[in-house]
């Protein structure tokens, strides 16, 4: 029997849970980047639609 019987308790990181919020995030990101994008286009298209009759 030797000396030191101690468990050795090893912590790992949850990849998974990990990948999860960054899945979340960037789904997120893509959402808001759409909606910018086409918030800019409409505005683009509405300043030239009233350029038209000034």
């Known amino acids: 029997m030797s000396g030191d019987d101690r468990r050795i308790i090893v912590v790992e990181d949850d990849r ?5 919020i960054a899945t979340v995030f960037g789904v997120v990101f893509v959402v808001v ?3 910018a994008v086409i918030d800019h ?3 683009l298209a509405w300043s030239a639609v009233a ?4």
Request: glycine share 14%; aromatic share 14%.
């Open 16 to 20: 998974k849970a990990i990948d999860g």
């Open 33 to 35: 980047m759409g909606i």
């Open 41 to 43: 286009a409409l505005t």
């Open 51 to 54: 350029s038209w009759f000034n």
